[in-house]
């Protein structure tokens, strides 16, 4: 099932990410990220925070189809959100997500049921299941996000030289696998957090003038 | 009410955005170059509509909510049905590649505001080729200005050659920027054969007027 881990992977897939920083904006403007090596420790702090804990809740949501462990799982991910502006980015970017899983596996009666609104985490465990991946594919997923997105933004805000990007992303790729795998097999759902990233979140959500909508 | 909760037969979800059943608003969308007069017109439409029909408009901002509020500081609209949608830099991926931020903009202004009658997409400032996906609206209006130089519609372009109406706004000031309305309509009927294409100036009392007997003869087609 690569082909299908790859579409949902895929930068172009319709699901509304573009649209967000994933906290690089607030933290280009809070001049914390200014260049390559400070985006790349950026990058390695999502990715061992936020990423680790979407990872977890992604992973669980690929291992069933159950509506109440899917909405047990929604309220974890609430739990695991301190920023109001946050839950309603991953409740909104949930929604983008799940209408274009629908649109790809219309016959799948876990994505059907799933409530409009579910946790992004949630609905992309959910889309992992019904394009046939595996929990481990779903963690994947969730980290592979939880980086490139700021990366891109951060490459557009700043102007940076997208092949030191590329060799920063490269150099990445397996602890990516290795959070990923820590994810899928963790007996109890991480919760490894950013408060920073949760501060960033909130600011940002304030501003007047803003190229991203998180 | 959003749409991705109707169920074929199969009782599979139908998340087509193609018209689901009798009446969805009339989506069309404007787009064009920064400066070309998008907002105006949208402002101008609102203003001439508003009367009679039911109405909301998107704005798609580059980097701010500055559209959004351009209009309900002008009172055009009541502020229930003016959203604003963010677009990471990319106006264009928003209207065409991944339009979901917008499909849901349009629903949630339908829920809030809603039955309407027509709600207006209000592309970001962007270049020629930035066109609408057909999946986000019903039809759509490229709006270029005289000002920005009388070889655009020469250019060509998606935006140019492509949209259901072409607009070339700022007629008045065709005089002061040495720009020849002759040779731009020539140009526009290149480009564009059959599709139809108007000039306007909005500085003149209901100079909208053109655009406003187009969206006309489209709500009628609309049903």
Redesign the interface.
Known sequence: MTAALLLLADG??????????GGAAAAVAAGTVTDVPSLERFLLGRLHTVGLTAAGLAAAAARTADPAELAELDRATEARTPSAALRAVSR?LG??L???A??GW??D?G??ALP?GTHHPVVLGTAARAAGLTDRRAAELAVHEAVSGPAT?AL??LGLDPYQLVAVLARLAPQLDLVAERAATATRLPAASAPLLDLYGERYDSW??????S | M?R??I?DE????V??AAPPGPRRALRIGLGGPVGSGKTATVAALCRALRAELSLGVVTND????EDAEFLLRHAVLAPERITA??????PH??IR?????N??AVEELEAKAGPLDLVLVESGGDNLTATFSRGLVDAQIFVIDVAGGDKIPRKGGPGVTSADLLVINKTDLAELVGADLAVMARDATAQRGERPFVFTSLAAPDGVAPVTAWVRERLAGWG
């Open positions: 172009r897939f319709p699901a509304g990410g573009h649209a967000h920083s909104r929604r983008q799940l209408r274009a629908r649109a219309p016959a009666a994505l059907a409009a933004a557009r805000l007047k003038v803003k190229l991203f909508a | 959003h991705d909760h169920a199969s009782g599979a979800p998340v087509s580059i980097y701010t909510t949608v963010a677009t990471g830099c990319c991926t928003a590649d991944d339009i979901s931020a499909l849901e």
